[in-house]
C-alpha cells in the first residue's frame, strides 16, 4: 500500500479534531434553546475534551493488540453515530453525555492517526510525514470557530454536529479498505493499569481546568488528591503485572523524556498564547471579539503553513538542533509579549504570533519524530497514546497556570488597567514555565555531543 494514502486517512482521522473547536461559537445557540446560561454550558467543551484524554492510553494499547484496521474503524463508526446522535439530542443533559461519549471515539481517532503517520512511512521520512499529519489539527483550529458559525447562523447548532457526519464515514471506509489485517497479540490486557493512568490523565487535567474557574480551588484540590492516588495506584501496577500498558523504564529514555516535555511545552504555549492574548486584547486593549479573532490568526496560520516545511527542516537539521530552534522561538514570542502594553502596534502583536506559530510548527513535528522513535513500530498504538497524554497534560496547564497569575494580580478587576497588569503577570509565568523544556533540550543535546565526541558550540 502507497504510504501516502495511509498518510490522507491519518489527516481525515486527524481533522475529526476541528470537533472540539467548531462547536464554540455554537455555545450561545444552544444555550437559548435548552434556556441555561452560556457558563453552564461549559460542559459541553469539557465533557469531550475529558473524555479525550481518558481514552487516549486504552486506545493505543487496543491498537497494538487488535491492529489499527478494527480500531480505527470503530472508533469512526461510534464517532459518526454519537456525531449523529448529538445533532438530534432533546435535552441539555443528554447533550451533554453524548459529548463524553463524541470525546471517547474522538480520542480513538486521534491516537491511531498517529500511530499509522508513525509506521506507515521508514524513519527517514518520518518527520516529513509527521508535519503534513499535523496540519490536520492546525486548519482544525482556524477554520473550527468560523465553520462552526456560519453553519450556526445558517441552521442552528444542530447543523454543527449533522455537517461533520460525513468526515466519520470516509475515515471507517478507509480504514476497511486501505488498512492491512494484522495478527492478534495475545497476552493478558492490563485493565487495572490503563484504567489507573485514564484516571490519572482525567483528575490532572480536571484540577487544572478547576484552578482556572472562580471559586474553583476546593474542586482543583479534590482532583489533585485523586491524581496522586492515581499516579499511585499506576506505578504500583506497572511494576507488578507481567504486561503492563505502559513499561516504566521508557521514563528512563532521556530522549523519550525530553522530547515529550517539549511537546507538552509547545501545547502550553499554545493554549496560553491563544486564552491570554485574546484576554489582552479584548479587556485591555478593547478590540471587539471579531477584532481580536482576526489578530490571533496569525500564530495558527503560521503553524499550519510551517508544518510541511517543518519535516523537512527536521530532516536538514535533526531533532536535536530543531527541538532547541523551536523552543527557543516559542520562548522569545513569550518574551515579546512581556513588551505589551496598552498602545502596543497590532503590527508587533501580529508579529509575536508569527514567531510563536513558527516554534510550535517546528517543536510539534521535532518531538513527536524523537519521542514517537523510541518505540518498536509494533508499540506505535501505546507511544503515541502516551505522547498525546503527557501533551494534553501540557494543554491543562496552559489554560491554568497562567489563569492563577492573572486572577492574583487583576484581584478579579475586569477594567482595562487591571487586565493589562494581569496579562502581564499571565506573560511572565508563561515565559518561565516555557524556560524549562528550553533548558532540557539544551542539556539532552549537549550530553549527546559530548558522548558523540563532536564540539560543543560556544
Do not use: H
Amino acid at each position: 500500500m502507497d504510504p501516502r494514502w495511509l498518510l490522507a486517512l491519518a489527516w481525515l482521522a486527524g481533522f475529526t479534531l476541528i470537533d472540539s473547536s467548531i462547536v464554540s461559537l455554537a455555545l450561545p445557540d444552544i444555550a437559548n434553546d435548552f434556556d441555561r446560561t452560556v457558563g453552564q454550558l461549559a460542559w459541553v467543551s469539557t465533557g469531550y475534551l475529558l473524555a479525550l484524554a481518558a481514552t487516549l492510553l486504552a486506545a493505543g494499547r487496543l491498537s497494538d493488540r487488535y491492529g489499527q484496521r478494527p480500531v480505527l474503524a470503530g472508533g469512526a463508526i461510534g464517532f459518526f453515530v454519537a456525531t449523529l446522535a448529538c445533532g438530534l439530542a432533546p435535552t441539555y443533559e443528554l447533550l451533554v453525555a453524548l459529548r463524553v461519549v463524541q470525546g471517547i471515539f474522538g480520542g480513538i481517532l486521534y491516537t491511531v492517526s498517529l500511530a499509522i503517520t508513525v509506521t506507515a512511512f521508514p524513519p527517514e521520512r518520518r518527520a516529513s510525514a509527521i508535519g503534513i499529519y499535523f496540519t490536520s489539527g492546525a486548519l482544525g483550529a482556524v477554520i473550527g470557530p468560523v465553520v462552526g458559525g456560519f453553519l450556526t447562523d445558517l441552521g442552528g447548532w444542530r447543523l454543527v454536529f449533522l455537517a461533520q457526519l460525513p468526515l466519520p464515514f470516509v475515515v471507517a471506509l478507509g480504514a476497511v479498505v486501505l488498512l492491512p489485517r494484522v495478527t492478534r497479540r495475545t497476552g493478558p490486557f492490563d485493565i487495572a493499569g490503563i484504567a489507573s493512568a485514564s484516571l490519572l490523565v482525567v483528575a490532572t487535567t480536571f484540577a487544572m481546568l478547576q484552578l482556572a474557574e472562580p471559586g474553583g480551588a476546593t474542586m482543583a484540590a479534590v482532583a489533585a488528591l485523586v491524581a496522586v492516588g492515581a499516579l499511585v495506584a499506576f506505578l504500583v501496577i506497572e511494576r507488578r503485572v507481567p504486561d503492563p500498558a505502559v513499561k516504566l523504564s521508557i521514563f528512563g529514555n532521556a530522549r523519550f523524556v525530553v522530547a515529550t516535555v517539549a511537546g507538552a511545552g509547545a501545547w502550553f504555549a499554545i493554549m496560553s498564547a491563544t486564552i491570554y492574548t485574546a484576554l489582552y486584547l479584548q479587556l485591555a486593549r478593547e478590540f471587539s471579539a471579531a477584532d481580536a479573532g482576526l489578530i490571533l490568526l496569525a500564530a495558527p496560520l503560521v503553524a499550519l503553513i510551517g508544518f510541511p516545511f517543518g519535516g523537512r527542516f527536521v530532516r536538514a537539521v535533526g531533532v536535536d538542533r530543531a527541538n532547541l530552534i523551536g523552543v527557543s522561538l516559542m520562548l522569545l514570542g513569550s518574551a515579546f509579549m512581556l513588551t505589551w502594553g496598552a498602545d502596543t502596534p497590532v503590527w508587533w502583536v501580529v508579529g509575536t504570533g508569527l514567531v510563536t506559530g513558527a516554534g510550535i510548527a517546528v517543536t510539534l513535528v521535532a518531538s513527536a519524530t524523537d519521542a514517537l522513535a523510541q518505540f518498536r513500530p509494533e508499540d506505535a498504538g501505546t507511544g503515541s497514546a502516551l505522547f498525546n497524554s503527557l501533551r494534553q497534560f501540557g494543554a491543562a496547564m496552559g489554560v491554568a497556570v497562567p489563569a492563577v497569575a492573572f486572577e492574583l494580580v487583576a484581584s478579579g478587576s475586569r477594567s482595562a488597567a487591571a487586565s493589562l497588569e494581569g496579562s502581564t503577570a499571565a506573560f511572565a509565568i508563561r515565559t518561565t514555565v516555557l524556560a524549562v523544556p528550553l533548558i532540557l533540550v539544551a542539556l539532552g543535546w549537549r550530553r549527546r555531543r559530548q558522548r558523540a565526541g563532536e564540539p560543543l558550540p560556544a
